[in-house]
């Protein structure tokens, strides 16, 4: 991988920059990239302002949820879209010379939209050109840009062998970036961990705007960043994975179950073994309220949707000895290689080729909001049909019940900034999509999945209420006074990363003491 010589960049910084009060924003930016760089860089041709035609488009390609995709939600004054390595280096110094917050974004996944929204002057630095992704297959080891997608890396793994995997999630179009240092988690958890327990270097540009290794930038800050979100910390340029072993014959199902066809006992059943059941069987369920056969009357659909790394006669097995409730037959059994089980968990039939997971264009785009918490206790049946009640009458919001114990039961909580490990059965996502492109909708809508997280509230973790940070919710940790910075950073660091957020905090203060990487969720530094 190329570097740039930090020294020669500190150097050339140390010289403030002089300006007449006439320029823009712009105009300054641009001036400071291109004395930085070389003029073959042709620099002016990746930088980008509200009146450059292509800026739309560059702004709403990797936008990924229509609710920051209107005329009111606030844009940035500038979008660079670095091609190499000291493009990053530069666009982070010249953006803290001339004091405009950068936000970082690679697959443009956050759920609220935190990666290309502020509400303060900002400057997006869009990673989408770089994406290479170099496999060495001697060492089972793999290089990933973070502006690559998932889908990209499950293809070139699957492309240069069909025993090979990687542990993440299961939407292709997410971004390196911003999944990995959030975590990530996919259907193989239960075996292999998250993406992070499979992270062995990185790449970072740092405040400085030195690039760094693992070695360069110390365990303290590559701890931070398998978990505690990038954007606190610095760019991450690329994460060095190992790749993990898949047999060449995986088995998945999807079974859907109503509360007439006894959802209730089998999702109770489910709370009882899901994270208990052989470390190759990940059975994810969804519950979403549906019509009924009975006209104007609403139940609840649970939809049980798997992955085994195995074949279907061991499935059964499996299934017979640990979860028979379900009731699953060998016809709901379908054998596959991996590279299929990722198109069929991406929604993709069986005979879409894999070349679809290069497709950067998501197949939909929504109105959405996510929420998350952790299930420690089964709930009790009666619980559910009180849930399930609730569910019905609060409207359309469904939740993703995913179930954790395995190799994440193995994994001490401080191992990484990720802290909900054993003890865990599962984890819920609430989810709501909607299309309605009035404002109004969108106050409907997150009233709804907002209501529905507090009925959760008994039924949860508590103290704190632990929460995803990939599962971004701009709801939760805002103080009272919603004044002091620190003190919701404490409220939601705390459910983010438990008993992990004071160590991120004193990395935080370590790297990046100015809080110059920062947004509406990042770590704090200590108050100075
Ligand atoms: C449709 C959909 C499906 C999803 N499925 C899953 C799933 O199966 N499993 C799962 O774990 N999560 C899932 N997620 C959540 C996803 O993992 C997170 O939203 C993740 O942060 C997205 O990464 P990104 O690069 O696409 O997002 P971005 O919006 O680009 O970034 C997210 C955050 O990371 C920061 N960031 C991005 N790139 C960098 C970088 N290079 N250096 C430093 N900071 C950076 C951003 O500033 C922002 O704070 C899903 C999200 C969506 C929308
Ligand atoms: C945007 O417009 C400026 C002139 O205002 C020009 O110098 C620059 O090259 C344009 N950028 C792109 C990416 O086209
Ligand atoms: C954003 O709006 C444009 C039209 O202005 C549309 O083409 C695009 O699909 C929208 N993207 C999202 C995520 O809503
Ligand atoms: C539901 O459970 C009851 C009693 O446990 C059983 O008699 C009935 O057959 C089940 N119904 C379905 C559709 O499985
Ligand atoms: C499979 O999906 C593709 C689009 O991805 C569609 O064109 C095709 O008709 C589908 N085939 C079947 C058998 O459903
Ligand atoms: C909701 O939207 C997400 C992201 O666009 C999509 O992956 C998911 O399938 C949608 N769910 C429903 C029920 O439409």
Excluded at 19 to 39: E, G, I, M, R, V
Excluded at 258 to 266: P, W, Y
Excluded at 472 to 489: F, M, P, S, W
Aim: with cysteine.
């Amino acid at each position: 991988m190329e570097m740039a010589s930090p020294i020669l960049l500190f150097f050339l910084f140390l010289f403030p920059i002089s300006l007449a009060a006439s320029d823009s924003p712009y105009d300054t930016f641009l001036q400071c990239l291109t004395d930085h760089s070389n003029p073959s860089d042709q620099i002016s041709s990746i930088v980008y302002n509200p009146s450059n035609t292509s800026y739309t488009t560059v702004l709403q390609s990797y936008i990924r949820n229509a609710r920051f995709n209107r005329s009111t939600t606030p844009k940035p004054v500038i979008i660079v879209t670095p091609l190499q390595i000291t493009h990053v280096q530069i666009a982070v110094l010249c953006s803290k010379s001339i004091g405009i917050q950068l936000k970082i974004r690679s697959g443009g996944h956050d759920y609220d939209g935190i990666s290309y929204v502020s509400d303060v002057p900002f400057i997006i630095l869009d990673m989408f050109n770089l994406r290479s992704i170099t496999i060495d297959m001697a060492s089972e080891t793999a290089w990933v840009q973070a502006g690559a997608t998932l889908g990209e890396l499950y293809y070139k793994i699957a492309k240069t062998s069909n025993v090979h995997g990687f542990p993440a999630g299961v939407c292709p179009t997410v971004g390196v970036g911003g999944h990995l240092s959030g975590g990530g988690y996919g259907n193989m958890l239960r075996k292999y961990g998250l993406s992070v327990d499979n992270v062995l270097d990185a790449q970072i540009v740092n405040v400085n705007g030195q690039v760094l290794d693992r070695k360069g930038m110390g365990e303290d800050l590559f701890w931070a960043i398998r978990g505690g979100g990038g954007a606190s910390f610095g760019v991450v340029l690329s994460y060095k994975i190992g790749l993990v072993p898949v047999p060449e014959t995986v088995t998945v199902f999807r079974v859907e179950k109503t509360l007439e066809q006894n959802a209730t006992d089998i999702v109770y059943r489910w709370l009882n073994v899901a994270d208990k059941l052989d470390n190759d069987l990940f059975i994810r369920v969804l519950l979403q309220p549906v019509n009924s056969n009975v006209k104007g009357v609403k139940t609840i659909r649970a939809s049980f949707i798997s992955m085994f790394l195995g074949d279907a006669q061991r499935l059964m097995e499996v299934m017979k000895n640990g979860f028979p409730e379900l009731g699953l037959k060998i016809e709901d059994c379908m054998e596959m290689s991996w590279i299929q089980s990722v198109l069929y968990w991406a929604n993709y039939n069986s005979t879409t080729a894999p070349e679809v997971l290069l497709s950067r264009i998501p197949d939909s785009v929504n109105f959405l909001k996510r929420k998350s918490d952790y299930i420690q206790t089964p709930i009790s049946k009666d619980g559910l049909e009180w849930i399930w009640k609730k569910m019905i009458e609060t409207g359309k919001t469904g939740f993703v019940f995913n179930p954790y114990g395995g190799k994440m039961s193995e994994i001490p909580a401080s191992e990484t900034p990720f802290p909900h490990r054993a003890g865990n059965i599962c984890k819920v996502q609430y989810s709501v999509n909607w299309s309605d492109e009035a404002e109004d909708a969108d106050k409907n809508y997150m009233n709804q999945i907002r209501r529905l997280y507090s009925y959760m509230t008994p039924f949860v973790s508590k103290s704190p209420r632990g929460a995803f940070l990939n599962y971004r919710d701009l709801d939760i940790g805002v103080t009272d006074n919603g004044k002091d910075r620190y003190e919701d950073g404490v409220v939601y660091g705390q459910k983010y990363f438990m008993g992990n957020f004071d160590r991120l905090v004193k990395v935080k203060s370590m790297v990046d003491p100015e809080n110059f990487f920062r947004n509406e969720q990042s770590i704090p530094p200590f108050p100075s």
